[in-house]
């Protein structure tokens, strides 16, 4: 089996895939690509099956050495990439000669990359299904160092595209993050609905894979019986002190602080690609009536 020899990399880079969706009720949460469609994208230029795993790459600095030929796929947020040193071109299929350095460098209006290569990564520590890195519980393949050797798997769909893919970005602006009210939407009172509705916040450095939290809202209306409820993804917690925290891949399953509502899917994969310091407002949506 080939295999790519990971050389260096930068702050933290992770297997992952789709992740493990519908099994909260034992206790294991979805994880999986922060960015879903970044990864998706790679996939479908290499012509993998769409959820084989691959590397997400926090700011770049990831430099690897394939021991056969490869054809692997850069996407998400934009980096420099050479080969030996030459330019290659992002979010396209891109060969890799045996014994050839790919170099990520530094991600540039974004957070992470994702490198995929043709046939997926199959490394050791599969559970559940997946490949994916909790970073919360712990499950899956360990972070990547320099030095590990990673397994290239046969997780083919189809043949490659000749195509190429935009790269995601961080918004220069505010982030407009779509919010459903609930499970209790009566819980936010009109003073609730007013901040959300007119007041940004700003992503704090106190973010991860886990939840990311908004510094800037301090709402009236929450209050909690200590009682843990479901926490889906895209859920927003409403602890005390001002600030709010959007679940991402790795939360957990249950909590106790108050749920205000949950954010859009689609609006996740911004925040993927968002760092510190950026501004976020959230756009209420009519409350579902069953």
């Known amino acids: 089996m080939s295999s790519l020899e990971v050389l260096r990399t930068g702050p933290l880079c992770l297997v992952e895939d ?21 990864l998706a994208q790679g ?10 795993p691959a590397l997400e790459v926090l700011l770049g600095g990831l430099h690897v050495r394939p021991d056969q030929d490869a ?17 290659v071109p992002f979010g396209t299929a891109v060969p890799v000669r045996r014994g050839a350095v ?17 046939g997926g990564f ?3 520590g599969d559970f559940g299904g997946s490949w994916s890195r909790d970073t919360s519980s712990g ?27 935009l790269p995601a970005t961080q918004p220069p ?10 499970p209790r939407p009566d819980a936010l009172d009109a003073a609730d609905r007013w901040l959300l509705a007119t007041k940004a916040g700003v992503i704090s450095a106190e973010s991860d894979r886990i939840g990311l939290r908004i510094k800037g809202f301090q709402l009236h209306g929450q209050t909690s019986d200590g009682a843990s409820e479901a926490l889906p993804l895209g859920a927003v917690q409403a602890p005390p002190g001002g600030e709010l925290i959007v679940f991402l891949a790795d939360h957990p399953t249950t909590g106790g602080y108050p749920v205000i509502g949950v954010v859009d899917l689609r609006d996740l994969d911004v925040l993927a690609q968002c760092l510190p310091g950026q501004h976020v407002r959230f756009s209420l949506r009519p409350v579902p009536r069953y």
């Open 18 to 38: 789709l992740g493990r969706p519908g099994r909260a009720g034992e206790g294991i949460t979805v994880s999986g690509a922060l960015d879903r469609r970044s």
């Open 102 to 118: 790919l170099a990520l460098g530094r991600t540039e209006r974004g957070a992470r990359s994702y490198l995929a290569v043709r």
């Open 71 to 87: 054809l692997v796929a850069v996407t998400g947020a934009w980096c420099p990439l050479t080969v030996d040193g030459a330019d």
């Open 43 to 52: 996939n479908r230029l290499l012509g993998n099956m769409i959820g084989a």
């Open 173 to 182: 602006g505010e982030v407009t993050l779509r919010l459903t009210p609930g």
């Open 122 to 124: 199959s490394p050791t």
């Open 139 to 165: 499950i899956g393949p360990e972070p990547i160092g320099a030095g590990d050797r990673i397994p290239i798997g046969r997780q083919h769909a189809g043949r490659p595209l000749v195509a190429g893919v």
